[in-house]
C-alpha cells in the first residue's frame, strides 16, 4: 500500500511538472487571454454556464483573443488505486471522460466545444444528437472504450487538484489563472480587460455591445457537498 501510494504520489508530481511547463509555452507563444473552465458533466450550473454563457465566445469575436481551455473534472475524487468517484455518479464520470476525448479528438476549442454544449443540452439521448450532428464517433468511442480517456481523466484531474486557490467549487472559471468567483456572468468584460495583445479589441468589447450585468445569486456546486457512490 506504501508503494502504491508513493507511486501515485509521483505521477501526480511528475504530471504537475508537465502541466506547469506546458501552460508556460503555451503562455509564451500567445497574447490571447487565458480563460479555463473546470466544470463536471450533469451539474446543472455548469451545463446553463456551457450552454449560455461560453457560447457568447463563438457567436462572436471574441474568440480571435480567448484561449478556451474545457476541463471535464470538476468536484470528483481520485482514489489511492486511482478510481475516480464523480458528485453525480456513474454517468458523470462517462459523460467527463466522453467529452474528454472529444477534446482529444477535436483539440480545437472552436470544434470541441460545440459538441460538448450539445451533450450538456442532451445528457440522456447524446449519441443519437450529437454525435449524429457533429461526426467522431469511432475516435470517441476508441477513446473512451481504451485506456486514452483514463489518461485523459487523470490528467484533467491533477490539473484540477493542483490549482491555487485550490477550487471551492464548479463551474470554476479562471481568467489568466485568476479566479472570476462571483463574477462568472461578467466573464465577457474581465476577458476583454485582461486582453494585452497588439490586435484590435473584438466587437463585442465595446462598453456599448457588452451586456449587462445581471446581479443574481451565484449558483454553483460545492466541492465538498457529498458525492454519491
Not at 511547463?21 to 487571454?33: Q, R, T, Y
Not at 486582453?195 to 456546486?221: D, E, H, I, R
Request: charged content about 25%.
Amino acid at each position: 500500500m506504501a508503494s502504491s501510494s508513493v507511486n501515485n504520489f509521483m505521477f501526480f508530481f511528475l504530471a504537475s511538472l508537465l502541466f506547469t511547463f506546458s501552460e508556460n509555452f503555451v503562455a509564451g507563444e500567445s497574447d490571447k487571454v487565458k480563460l479555463n473552465l473546470y466544470y463536471e458533466s450533469l451539474c446543472p450550473y455548469c451545463q446553463k454556464f456551457i450552454a449560455d454563457e461560453l457560447v457568447k465566445i463563438f457567436n462572436s469575436d471574441l474568440h480571435t483573443i480567448t484561449d478556451l481551455n474545457l476541463i471535464p473534472f470538476g468536484n470528483a475524487r481520485v482514489s489511492d488505486d486511482m478510481t475516480v468517484t464523480c458528485q453525480h455518479g456513474e454517468e458523470e464520470c462517462k459523460l467527463n471522460a466522453i467529452e474528454a476525448c472529444a477534446i482529444s479528438t477535436w483539440p480545437d476549442p472552436k470544434m470541441h466545444y460545440w459538441f460538448i454544449r450539445c451533450v450538456e443540452k442532451h445528457t440522456k439521448n447524446w449519441e443519437s444528437s450529437c454525435v449524429k450532428e457533429y461526426g467522431g464517433e469511432k475516435a470517441i468511442k476508441d477513446c473512451y472504450s481504451g485506456d486514452l480517456s483514463k489518461s485523459l481523466i487523470i490528467e484533467y484531474a491533477n490539473q484540477t487538484l493542483s490549482l491555487k486557490p485550490k477550487h471551492e467549487y464548479v463551474p470554476w472559471v479562471t481568467v489568466n489563472g485568476k479566479p472570476l468567483y462571483d463574477d462568472m456572468d461578467d466573464f465577457v468584460d474581465r476577458v476583454c480587460k485582461a486582453y494585452k495583445g497588439k490586435s484590435p479589441l473584438p466587437k463585442l468589447c465595446n462598453s456599448s455591445a457588452l451586456p449587462k450585468k445581471k446581479v443574481s445569486k451565484l449558483q454553483v456546486s460545492f466541492a465538498d457537498e457529498s458525492i454519491n457512490n
